[in-house]
């Protein structure tokens, strides 16, 4: 399984992003799907999980293109603590697979 994030770049507050992520490989049943940021100095920390399809749309949500293996994380109304690298990940049976990170940079 791989995984290819893409989509960062930088914003002013208030402004939108859409991250892309796109699984290839075989067997592509997961049993959670989501995205994670990490800034210097802290620990990386969970922004958006789901266990399958799109999640609620607050400021950050989650939505998926099944036919074409890709999830996004839909990113509104950003403010510059949304900034970090962001990685997208998918699990099953224990094992994790992450894809390289995505810098998002929200200005104020």
């Known amino acids: 399984v791989q995984l290819q994030a893409s989509g960062g770049g930088s914003v002013q507050a208030g402004g939108s992003l859409r991250l892309s992520c796109e699984i290839s490989?075989?067997?592509?049943?997961?049993?959670?799907m989501g995205w994670y940021r990490q800034v210097p100095g802290k620990q990386r920390e969970s922004v958006a999980t789901?266990?399958?399809?799109?999640t609620n749309l607050g400021r950050l949500g989650i939505t998926t293109e099944k036919g074409k293996n890709i999830m996004y994380l839909e990113m509104s109304n950003l403010k510059p603590e949304d900034t970090g690298v962001y990685y997208c990940?998918?699990?099953?049976?224990?094992?994790?697979?992450w894809g390289q990170g995505t810098q998002v940079t929200v200005s104020s």
């Open positions: 490989g075989t067997g592509l049943t997961f049993s959670l």
């Open positions: 789901t266990r399958g399809g799109s």
């Open positions: 990940y998918v699990g099953r049976d224990g094992t994790d697979y």
